[in-house]
C-alpha cells in the first residue's frame, strides 16, 4: 500500500479528513477550500459563484459565508433552500460536494457577531448604494470613490450592516471523490439528526 494516504480504506478517516479540510480552507486564504462554489436554484434556473468559507462547526454540522442579502442567490434561497458547495483541492486530488438547507441570518444574534468580526476591507462589499446585479448604464463598482479606495472610518462602515447576511447550511449530505493515479475511491456520507452514515460509492 505504498504511497496510500492514511484514509484510503477508511469511511472514519476519510470523514476526519473532510473536517480537517474544511478547517484549513477557513483558516488559510491561500487553501483551495477557502473559496468554494456555492450553488442554488429553482425550477427554470440553477447557479453557482465562488464564496469565501466563513464558518464551519463539525458538531452541529453546519458552514456558512456571508453575502449581501439583497443578491440574487438570496432571493433564491427564499424560494427554495437548498444549497450545494462543490470543493476541489487540487494537492489534495479531494472533491467534496456537500449539500444541505440553508437558512438566511439577517439581524440576529449571529449576524451581529460576524460582523463584528468582519474586516475593514471585507465591509467595502456591503457599502454600495445599489442591489449587487442591478444593471447599470457606465463600467462602476458601485462604490463611491472613498468607499473605492477604503477611506471610510469603521463607524462610516456600519451603515452596511443593513446589507450583511449570514446562510447557513445544515449539512444533509457530503460526497467525496479521491482522484488519484493509484486508483479512486468514492465515499457518501448521509447526516441525519446529527448521526452520520457512511458507505462506500463506485467512483
Ligand atoms: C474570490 C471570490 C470570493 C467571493 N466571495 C463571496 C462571498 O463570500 N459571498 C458572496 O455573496 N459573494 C462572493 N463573491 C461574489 C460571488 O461569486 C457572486 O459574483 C456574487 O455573490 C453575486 O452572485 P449572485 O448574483 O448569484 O447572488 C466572491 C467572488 C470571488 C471571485
Redesign the pocket.
Known sequence: MKNKPPYYNSLDKIYSKIWELLKLGLEHRDKSFH?PV?ICGNESKF?G????L?GINSKENKIW????KR????Q?LRSNSKGVFLFYDKDEKIQLRISGKTKINFQNEITKNSWKKTAHMSRQ?YLGEMA??SEVFEPTSGLSDDVDNLKYSVEQSEIGYKNFCV?ETFIQSIEWLYLAAKGHRRAYFTIENNFVKKKWLIP
Open positions: 473559496i456555492f447557479d459563484r465562488i464564496v469565501v466563513r459565508f456571508h453575502s449581501d443578491s440574487n442567490k438570496i433564491i462589499c449587487p446585479g446562510i
